[in-house]
């Protein structure tokens, strides 16, 4: 199953923005940035995996380290606090868990 780049960044700027619209009046031109790399990141490892370049492990790491980073982005926003943060990508990944780890076929997104 082939994973969408632009309709994963969709669907999670769609779960997220109203969580960070809460906490922050800018962060739609930040959030809309860092979940499109996210995207793009969940559909390179899809790829990656598909052809054996990577496997599981480095799937996750993979992951978790562009997780991390637009954590990072998204905290240096004026008044976005970290709890407000975790929630946004929570429910960003929440949104796409389902179709990504059918996709990857495994739980990518736990």
Known sequence: MALDV??????????????????????????????????QTIVSIADQLATGEINQQQAVLLLSMQTSASRNVLLTLQGLAL?????????ALGVVKTVVNTAVGFSLIA
Request: charged content about 20%; cysteine-free.
């Open 6 to 39: 632009e309709g994963l960044a969709t669907q999670m700027l769609g779960a997220a923005l109203p969580i960070l619209k809460k906490n922050a009046q800018n962060a739609r031109s930040f959030a809309r940035v860092e979940f499109a790399k996210i995207a």
């Open 83 to 91: 709890l407000a943060v975790e929630e946004a990508i929570n429910a």
